[in-house]
């Protein structure tokens, strides 16, 4: 009976560490969203989405793209390797006043094939940031 019992035991926790492993990268972002809150027109318009593969492979990125051409991403070029952090920067036009709320897809190899992050904030004219604040 024992050793019916640890065969079957056994056997749960292979089939349980099996479908851990993934086969593939996966991203883990800091975060997903990026806050740009009230900025100047014209201001710094560099972020960057910073994220580690947790994955079993490494992830090859083929392509980023913004939602508009407003927004323009990087890519890293080298396989980003399990445990390996990297970056996908990102640069928003705020020569453009208002809100704004756009999207950056990641094509990659990755157990997301398509990973979309975001970014948003809202554009003012210069020197008239406390008066939005207000």
């Given at each position: 009976?024992?050793?019916?019992?640890?065969?079957?035991?056994?056997?749960?926790?292979?089939?349980?560490?099996?479908?851990?492993?993934?086969?593939?990268g996966v991203f883990e972002f800091e975060n997903e969203t990026i806050n740009y809150g009230i900025i100047s027109k014209n201001s710094?318009?560099?972020?960057?989405?910073?994220?580690?593969?947790?994955?079993?492979?490494?992830?090859?990125?083929?392509?980023?793209?913004?939602?508009?051409?407003?927004?323009?991403?990087?890519?890293?070029?080298?396989?980003?390797?399990?445990?390996?952090?990297?970056?996908?920067?990102?640069?928003?036009?705020?020569?453009?006043?208002?809100?704004?709320?756009?999207?950056?897809?990641?094509?990659?190899?990755?157990?997301?094939?398509?990973?979309?992050?975001?970014?948003?904030?809202?554009?003012?004219?210069?020197?008239?940031?406390?008066?939005v604040i207000k």
């Amino acid at each position: 009976m024992n050793k019916l019992l640890f065969i079957a035991l056994l056997i749960v926790s292979s089939t349980i560490l099996a479908q851990e492993k993934t086969d593939k990268g996966v991203f883990e972002f800091e975060n997903e969203t990026i806050n740009y809150g009230i900025i100047s027109k014209n201001s710094d318009g560099n972020r960057s989405f910073v994220f580690t593969n947790v994955g079993d492979e490494p992830i090859v990125i083929t392509k980023v793209k913004g939602s508009c051409g407003c927004t323009v991403a990087t890519k890293p070029n080298d396989p980003i390797l399990p445990g390996e952090t990297a970056e996908i920067g990102v640069k928003y036009a705020t020569n453009r006043l208002g809100g704004f709320s756009k999207t950056i897809t990641i094509t990659s190899n990755a157990s997301e094939i398509s990973k979309v992050v975001r970014i948003k904030g809202n554009v003012v004219e210069e020197g008239k940031i406390a008066a939005v604040i207000k």
